[in-house]
Every structure is written in C-alpha cells, then in structure tokens.
C-alpha cells in the first residue's frame, strides 16, 4: 500500500523536479531507483564522542583536525562503492559528537589541514562573537583556531560546520559537519534516555546528487543555486539506508537536517507517531505527538521513538525522510534487537518554556527575496557585505522581527519557480547566530507546539511571514543572520548584527 503511495509520489516530485532543477547534470543515476534501492541494513554509523583533555586552566579542551579524506558510500546510486573525495574532522566524512554540559569551560582547538581557508561555527551556541566561528574567524590553511567559552545554555542538540563566507555549502557537502550536545541538570533529572549510542542517537540526514560513478563532488549550476540541489540519495550519518539495532523500548533521536538546501519531511513509513521533546535549542514544555515534521537545512528536533517489539531486521520500522527537491528517501530502518529492555515512561513536562519578557522596545523587518533577472539573494534588498553592519541591536532588550519570504505572490507552498518581476517562488530559512528566539506568529497565526519552544532556525516556504521574538542576552559583537539554504546564504542572503551594550 505505501509503496504505491510512494511511487505515485515520486512521479508527481519527478515530473516538479524535472521543471524546477534541470541543472543537475551530472546525474545520471536512475532517479526511480530512490526509495526502492533497499540494500537495508549496514549499521547504523554513529559518529565517537570527542575525547577531552583538561588544561591548566581547567578547561576542556576538544581538538578538531579539518582535513581531506576519502570515504566510499555502499547503496549510493551509479557504481555504489568506489571511493569519493570527501572533507572530515578527524576522520574521513562529517566529525566526533562533541557532548557539553552547561557550566564547563571548553576550548575547542580547530585545525586546518587544507589547502584553502575555513572557518567552523557552533550552530546554535551562545557564546561570545570572536569564538563564534563565523564568517570573520577565519583559518587560514594549515593554521590552528581556538574558541573558548562557558557553557551557558540549557540542554540541546546543535552542531557544527564550516561558514566561510562564498564556501559554506561546498565545505558542508563534502562533509564537514557535527552533533554537540548540551547536557543540564535538567536533561539529567528528566527520566529521558540518554545513553549515546544506545538509546540516545543523532541522526544528521544529508541529501547527496551521486554521479553516475558513485561518486559526489560539488558542482552546483544556475539553476540549483536557486531552488537546491536535487539528490539522489538521503546519507544518514554518512550512511545510505542503514538500519540501528534497539535494545530499549524507547530510543531518543536526534534529528538534524545537514542538507544544504533540502527540506525534509520525516515520517514513519506506516503512520507511526513519535513525540517530539526538544527543538533547536532546547526542551519543549512538554512532549508533543506528531506523525511527520518538517526540518528545513540547519534546524533539529528530538523525538522519543516507542520501539515496536515485533519489527525484525527484514521487517523494520522505517523511518522516511521525504526531499522538497527530489524524492522520498528511506532514511532509516529500526528493529528491536530480541528482547527490549524496559524504558521509565517518559516525562509530561519537560522544561518551563518562559516568554521572552516585554516590553517590546524595537520592531525590524527583513524581506527574503530574488531580484532582478539574475535572481540575486537579498534580504532586505542587499547582498552580504562583510564590512557593512546590518542591524545594530541592544544587550538585554526584547524585539519583535517580522521576516517575509517576498515570493511574489506566484509561491504558495509550491516549488515551481518564475515569479513576477524576477522574483522566484523558493523556500527560504532565517537563521541568527548568538541568540535563541521564539516564533511569535506564523502567516498571522500562533506556531504549531513543536516550533513554540526555542528555535534558532525557522523555515519560511513562498510568500510565508513569520515573526519571531529576539532578545540577545549573552554577548556584544558582531553575529550573523541569514538564510540556511547554503547555496542562498554563499550567494548574498546574509547579513550582519553588531549587538551593543545597552545605554
Ligand atoms: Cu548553521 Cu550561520 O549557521
Ligand atoms: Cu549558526
Ligand atoms: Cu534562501
């Protein structure tokens, strides 16, 4: 039955992805073999935790090494196993899941083993702006970078990857990219399973274009600028298709979306509910059902999985990540692995999800748009410039900001592009470093409970407007606000706050 529904699907995204991203030519791979090339079943890969040192100053200290790397991809489209270039930190493909707790005072030591600059960004921490890792810490080739700082948020999962500016997408692509974990007293009182790798699991789901040789490399035309690059195969941590053992009626997932521009709607095969717990940056007030979630590139969400006792190896519970640019993708496949240890029932409440306090002192406003025939990313009009400050913003005051994805009235939730006076009907995503904020409205309306938490990272599809409320708390300096659609924030939608100390 659900077979069927997916091929009626595929046809449906493939006849849309054959209008909407003609620029992909280098695949060649059959694109109807995607949700039916089930080789099922190699593990689940699930990334090591970052060893820590202790230095003199007693810090942690975790030591990132960037470097080349090569790595094959069984089950991959075209010619499967042979070996592709690959970028890692401290192995081949994406990098150690470094797990923090609030209070520690770390060091994360970063080395470039390239030939070329990087930088890499703590997506989702609160940390001061020179240990940012934006745009402006930049490490040049062969150089070493150090971020420290105390860890001063609650328990969440973010990550992170490279963010030089023009670079981002391809330094991702290749593989840079990793889970941290924030733990608090919170997340350790709550009776939450926690065991990493056993029964607390990140998942980073990445939509790769394999070539017809089974290999990827970065090779973005026109076209795929705008709307993303299509793939043609879903990785899931590294992986395609792989499947993960349960020995525990209930497994934490960790779900982020590492593609560069793909929106992923992730659903159990059969309908399958899950609770959700925790957004971008944290607990949500209590668990919420749900069937299917959305999760534009950059944003995560955690789900409590009740593990079915009778799924098997060869009739798992599967896990499906469906692609706004392509296809549906099994991403992951699960099975009780004998006999299920008992889980603790999980929590009604999770954490206090206080209002960011009033008075509102400051409205901005920030347009998402294509202009022009060229289709150049703008948010308010302008492309990223490094030397010029876009917003200047108050410690300690609370802001409402209105963010408007300027379809040109041609979008909808649709995909098809070609708007009105060059605008184009595109998703687009506003992501603000240096602060955690939460959805005030969406097109008018209150947020769904699952984005009604702490967010980061919020998805706007054609002609949507949300507004957000923003109070930076922790640190002055210069943060970063831009789309997350990697290919939109390399080519200009990107812009700059410099928050100041309050008068
Ligand atoms: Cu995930 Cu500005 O970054
Ligand atoms: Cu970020
Ligand atoms: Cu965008």
Known sequence: MHRRTISLLLLTLLVATALTAQGSQDSQAPRDARAESGTGGSPLPIPPLADATTNGAGELVYDLDIREGSQSFPGAPGAGARAVETLGYNGDFLGPTIRLSRGDAVRLRVTNGL?????????????????????????????????????????????????????????????????????????????????????????????????????????????????????????????????????????????????????????????????????????????????????????????????????????????????????????????ADGQLAASAAPPQRLAEVLPIPGPVIERRSFVMSTMGPSGTLTINGETMDMSRIDERVPLDQTELWTIENAAGGMGGRGRMGGGMGGMMAVPHSFHVHGVQFQVESINGRRPPAHLAGWKDTVLLWPDESVVIRVRFADHTGIFMYHCHFLEHEDNGMMGQIMVVARE
């Open 115 to 335: 030939d070329e600059p990087t930088t890499t960004h703590w997506h989702g921490a609160l940390v001061p702006a020179e240990a940012d890792g934006g745009p402006h810490q930049i490490i040049e080739a062969g150089e070493r970078w150090e971020a420290a700082f105390t860890v001063s948020q609650p328990a969440a999962t973010l990550w992170y990857h490279p963010h030089l500016d023009g670079e981002t997408a391809r330094h991702v692509y290749m593989g840079l990219a990793g889970m941290i974990i924030v733990d608090d007293e919170m997340s350790e009182r709550l009776e939450l399973p926690n065991r990493y790798g056993r029964d607390d699991i990140p998942l980073i789901l990445q939509e790769r274009e394999f070539d017809r040789d089974g290999g990827f490399a970065y090779r973005p035309a026109m076209p795929d600028v705008m709307h993303g690059i299509a793939g043609n195969a879903l990785l899931v941590n590294g992986a395609i298709e792989p499947a993960f053992a349960a020995r525990d009626e209930l497994v934490r997932l960790r779900v982020l979306n590492g593609s560069n521009s793909s929106v992923l709607r992730v659903s159990f095969a059969d309908g399958t509910p899950f609770r959700i717990i925790a957004s971008d940056g944290g607990f949500l007030a209590s668990p919420v059902e749900m069937t299917q979630m959305d999760l534009s590139p950059g944003e995560r969400f955690e789900i409590l999985v009740a593990v079915d006792p009778r799924s098997t190896p060869s009739d798992p519970m599967v896990l499906e990540a469906q692609s706004n640019l392509s296809g549906s993708y099994r991403a992951l496949s699960i099975y």
